[in-house]
Structures are given as structure tokens and as C-alpha cells.
């Protein structure tokens, strides 16, 4: 009967983890869901999107002379463009199918994070996602971080563990292969996974799998040979590829001086935005060098590649952000590749590593605790900085309290002649930093009483950085602890808004008119117009425009410059500008006679003011 008793309380806690999973599984697509319909478009889900409808539906080729800037590898664009074919052409759709990518990707995570660590760890490896709205957010609109954090879960869901069926591991590789061709910056992933193939499953499921992903790769490049050369021309450093770099000379009109301040923050934000991964990476990646620590060699192993592929990519995109000046703040959404590796080695370190004394590592979380805080907290200065400014501290007058009070602002800017800013930033950092040190206070009052399987005392290392990883929640985005500004969205229906206006666009523009595009970031109204000619190159607004240059070759790599500018604003049938874009230089063109003012467009966000669109048709 105790038997009996004691299996039914093991199955009730089995279906519990169960129900845990499926409500965060639902929990995840009520976030993305309205994430979907209150995000405003951006410029790379545009381009994604029309340039995809463009290649798909056959008007252009990737990678064409004369058509759109194909910066990327082609699946990027094909992928959403194939949404738009196969369903209704639209925002609608390409969001729609990102939000099934996220549930198919939160159901990787499961898989795996059962595998490594039992059915509660797979609930709160779920959980851990769909407790960062900056991640669920970023995987709900269409850009290529959820397309690429999707296959690369369902990558390692084929491959990562012990007793991996061959047939997994080569079509492992084959998606390792797609999701190379996918996105080039994702180039580690192929190499080390076939490593990791060789050394844990040996050299006849390797040779598969090397088959298998080296003709994936193979075959996507020989179908957009040599053009897709044009892609790697941009990151290869050799002479061979100087016939597939952009000729044509011009200066990029975005190429901004960024200090360093604004890099560290970006770091932190970063940090903020992907903490239980990246505090999962940098508290237990450490681990990992030690064999002796870890019960199993099949899980060792899978940490060693989960750590070498996180570092080969993070410090890749750490270089291509913090480092260079085109998209410093690029890099908590660069994270979104592939920080999701970061859970698994959480479940992975916590049911394998066996460590009780080892001094060093645990000095190591102690500094780690205090750091990473103390970067969270500044990374969160914009929320928590004027609240903690306007805290009234006891007016004193020669060492004397005197009546009333004074805000902490008045102190720092008396004494230490501090700007508003500047004050901003450092109590958000020291509020951080306070925060590590009684974290750190309190375990190490609360560790001595806890003790570990046969006597042995928890290890101090492993002990701060779980708990950090629980408690440190508190100064990231979460949906229940985040200040109210952070998530705010917009009011109304943005997926709504875009296709009113590309309804009533496509009734006032006729199939076969010649567009100038002036009319947002975002091309997405472009996507309910059909047999409309968008001069290719304004896809990318102005990250594709040059100043000076020859325009022929510009044009011939799906770049535009003042020349071009002039000459298709003379032939354009229709402009379409945003409200916020109609400035003195654009009134005295469309103002002389030549083109008649239709009535313009809803307003596309409720966040932004003027996006609505104006409409200019050249007078017969």
C-alpha cells in the first residue's frame, strides 16, 4: 500500500510538470499574440518580408543585378516570402507563422531539457523564456533571430546527448546546413556540431552527418552561384571575392562616432534582456574545463560544445556591435540567435556536476554576482534611476539634520557636482551592486544550513549563481516585476492598421505604377499592393543609400544615391510619404503643380506620432 502510495505521488508530480509546461505554452502565445498586434514594423521585417515576395513570386531572383540588396544568405528572405505565397500576403501571415516558430521552438526546449534534466527542469526551462517578454517579443515579429533560434534548438534536440539515432544526427546537420544558409552569421555552428558529432558518437555517424550537412550547404549555394559569393565577400577578407564586393564608391549616410559609454550600456542591456542565459553561460560554462566535476562524460561533453559554440558566437557579435559603430545596439537582439543555449547548460551543470569544495570557483560567483548585478542595475537605470533620485533623504546644514527633506539628487549634484544623467547611471549601478551584496550575505548565512546528499555541504559557487539566476529576475524585464514603462504597448491593432492602409493604397494605385517609396522604415504596406513597381533599392530606406558614387553601379548592387534619387522622383507615378518625412524640401517639389494630393492614410502606430502616409499622384 506504501508502495502503491508513494508511485501515485511520484505520477502526480510527473502530470504537474506536465500542466506547468502547457500553461507557460499557452501563456507564451497570449504574449506573442499580442506582442504581434501592438509591436510597430521595423525596417528588417520589411525588407524581409516584400523583398521574400519578391523572390518567391518570381519578379526578382536573390542575389539579381538590378533588384533588391540581397545582404543576407538567401533563406532569410525566402522563408517569409513563402508565408506570403502559401497564405494571404501581409503582416498577418509572416506574424502569425513566426508565433508557430516560437511554440515549435519553446517545444525543443522541452525536448531537450527533459532529456538532460527530467520533466521539472524541461517546465522550467520553458518557463525561463516565456519569463523574458524582450525575447518572446523579439521572436514575434519577422526577422531572421526566430527563424534561427528555432532550427538551432531543433538542431541540438537531434544531436546533443548520448545514443543519438544516425538518422537524427544527419538531419541535425542538414538543418545545421539550412540554417547556415539561413543566416552567415551563424558559420560556427556547422563546423562544431560535427566535432561534437565525431567525438561523442564516433567517426561512422560523423562521416553521415558531414554528408549530409556539406551537401545541404553545397546544394543551396550552387542553386545561387556564384551571387551568393556576394555575401561571404563581406566577411572574407581575401582578393578572389572582389569581383561579388559592392563597386561603385559612395559613403554610407549611417556611420555614427559612438563613445564608449553608450557600449556598455549596450552590454548591459544585453545582459538584461537574456540574463538566464547568459548568467546560465558565464556562472557554469566555467565548469566545463573540469572534468573530474561532472558524474557523466556524455553530458560533459554536450556542455564543452553548448560553451564553445556560445563563445565563438557571442564573441563574434559582440565584436560586430560593442566594437565596430554600425549597430551598437544591436547586441541584446543579436543575443536572440542563439542565448537559448544558455538554459540547456543550466540543466545540463545543475544533474551532472558533483562539487563540494572548490574554493576558486566559488570566489569566481561571488564576483560574477556583484558584477553581473551591478551591470543590471545600470542597465536599468532609465527605469529605476529617477525613482531612486527622488528618494528625500534629512537636509543637513553644518553636520547638523534640519528640518524637511532633500531628494538623493541634491546631494550628488551639491557634493559631487553631478549632472541629472550622470546621477542616473551610478545610483542604478550601486543599487545593483547593493542588490549582489545582500544576495551574497544571505547565502552565506543561509548555505551553512543546508546541506547536501550524504553530509556534504552545497557548494557556495553553485549555490549564488542558482540562486542569482532565481533572484536576479527581480531587476530584469519580467512581466510581473518590470516597471510599468517597460512594457508598454501601443494601443490599437498595428496588424489592423497596416491593412486598412493597404487597402485603401491598393485601391487608389493601380497595378503597373512606378512607386517612390518615402513612407517609413517599414516596406510592409507595400505587401497588399500587387503588380506595383517599388524602385528595389528603397527597400532599405537609407542603410542602402550612398552619398555620391557611380549610380549605375549602385543601382546594379541594389544601392541608390542622390542621381538615382532625382531620376525616379521625375518618372515616379505615385509618392508615398510619411507624415513625419514631409519636410520644406519635399513641399516645394510636390507642390508645384505636378502632382495632386490624395487623402492620406490612419495612422499606422498609436506610439508614433505622424505615420500616417501621404499620397502624391502625378498629375495626366
Not at 86 to 115: D, E, K, P
Not at 460 to 469: E, P, R
Not at 582 to 611: A, H
Request: charged share 15%; hydrophobic share 50%.
Amino acid at each position: 500500500m506504501q508502495i502503491s502510495r508513494f508511485h501515485q505521488r511520484i505520477a502526480s508530480a510527473g502530470a504537474l510538470a506536465y500542466l506547468v509546461a502547457a500553461l507557460a505554452g499557452i501563456f507564451y502565445l497570449v504574449q506573442a499574440v499580442i506582442y504581434a498586434h501592438t509591436s510597430s514594423s521595423n525596417l528588417d521585417e520589411g525588407a524581409y518580408l516584400y523583398k521574400g515576395l519578391l523572390f518567391v513570386t518570381g519578379r526578382y531572383s536573390p542575389y539579381q543585378e538590378y533588384g533588391p540588396w540581397t545582404n543576407h544568405m538567401p533563406l532569410s528572405f525566402l522563408i517569409p516570402g513563402a508565408t506570403q505565397v502559401l497564405f494571404t500576403s501581409g503582416l498577418r501571415s509572416g506574424r502569425y507563422f513566426v508565433i508557430f516558430l516560437g511554440l515549435l521552438l519553446s517545444l525543443g526546449v522541452w525536448i531537450l531539457a527533459r532529456r538532460f534534466g527530467g520533466k521539472w527542469w524541461a517546465a522550467a526551462a520553458v518557463a525561463a523564456i516565456v519569463l523574458n517578454p524582450a525575447m518572446v517579443n523579439a521572436y514575434s515579429i519577422v526577422v531572421s533571430q526566430i527563424l534561427i533560434a528555432c532550427m538551432l534548438v531543433w538542431t541540438l534536440v537531434l544531436t546533443l546527448g548520448d545514443r543519438r539515432p544516425t538518422w537524427q544526427l544527419a538531419l541535425g546537420a542538414v538543418l545545421a546546413g539550412l540554417t547556415l544558409t539561413t543566416r552567415e552569421n551563424l558559420l560556427p555552428l556547422f563546423p562544431l556540431l560535427l566535432l561534437y558529432i565525431f567525438w561523442q558518437h564516433g567517426l561512422r555517424a560523423g562521416a553521415w552527418a558531414a554528408v549530409a550537412g556539406a551537401l545541404t550547404i553545397g546544394v543551396i549555394h550552387a542553386v545561387f552561384w556564384s551571387g551568393i559569393l556576394s555575401v561571404w565577400a563581406g566577411w572574407i577578407p581575401t582578393d578572389l571575392l572582389d569581383p561579388w564586393r559592392i563597386q561603385g564608391g559612395g559613403a554610407a549616410i549611417w556611420d555614427p562616432d559612438i563613445s564608449p559609454e553608450p557600449r556598455v550600456y549596450s552590454f548591459a542591456q544585453g545582459l538584461r534582456g537574456n540574463f538566464i542565459p547568459l548568467i546560465g553561460v558565464f556562472g557554469f560554462g566555467a565548469l566545463a574545463l573540469f572534468r573530474r566535476y561532472w558524474k557523466s562524460n556524455p553530458n560533459w561533453r554536450a556542455a564543452i560544445f553548448l560553451c564553445a559554440l556560445f563563445g565563438v558566437l557571442f564573441g563574434a557579435h559582440a565584436w560586430a556591435s560593442l566594437w565596430q559603430n554600425y549597430c551598437v545596439f544591436c547586441f541584446s537582439g543579436y543575443l536572440m540567435f542563439f542565448s537559448v543555449m544558455g538554459i540547456f547548460l543550466i540543466v545540463i551543470t545543475n544533474q551532472s556536476v558533483s562539487i563540494e569544495k572548490a574554493p576558486l570557483y566559488s570566489g569566481f560567483s561571488i564576483l560574477l554576482v556583484l558584477v553581473a548585478s551591478t551591470l543590471v542595475g545600470y542597465g536599468s537605470y532609465q527605469e529605476i534611476g529617477p525613482g531612486l533620485l527622488d528618494l528625500p533623504l534629512p537636509r543637513l546644514s553644518g553636520g547638523q539634520i534640519q528640518g524637511g527633506s532633500a531628494p538623493l539628487f541634491a546631494y550628488l549634484e551639491n557634493l559631487l557636482h553631478m549632472t541629472y544623467p550622470e546621477a542616473e547611471r551610478l545610483v542604478a549601478a550601486l543599487a545593483g551592486f547593493l542588490f549582489g551584496v545582500i544576495l551574497i550575505l544571505i547565502l552565506l548565512v543561509v548555505l551553512p544550513r543546508l546541506k547536501a546528499g550524504k553530509g556534504g555541504r552545497q557548494n557556495l559557487g553553485l549555490f549564488a549563481i542558482n540562486v542569482f539566476l532565481l533572484t536576479g529576475l527581480i531587476l530584469s524585464p519580467t512581466p510581473i516585476l518590470a516597471p510599468a514603462g517597460e512594457l508598454e504597448r501601443c494601443e490599437g491593432d498595428v496588424i489592423a492598421a497596416y491593412e486598412q492602409v493597404g487597402e485603401y493604397l491598393s485601391r487608389v494605385i493601380s497595378p503597373g505604377s512606378r512607386v517612390f517609396w518615402e513612407g517609413g522604415l517599414s516596406v510592409v504596406p507595400m505587401l497588399y499592393l500587387t503588380g506595383v513597381d517599388l524602385y528595389p533599392p528603397q527597400i532599405n530606406d537609407g542603410y542602402s543609400y550612398r552619398l555620391g558614387g557611380d549610380a549605375e553601379q549602385l543601382l546594379r548592387y541594389g544601392l541608390w544615391n542622390d542621381e538615382l534619387r532625382e531620376k525616379w522622383r521625375a518618372e515616379a507615378e505615385f509618392i508615398l510619404i510619411e507624415e513625419r518625412r514631409y519636410n520644406p524640401e519635399w513641399k516645394n517639389f510636390l507642390e508645384t503643380g505636378q502632382f495632386q494630393e490624395l487623402e492620406r492614410t490612419v495612422q499606422i502606430s498609436q506610439c508614433e506620432e505622424k505615420s500616417g502616409i501621404r499620397i502624391f499622384r502625378r498629375s495626366r
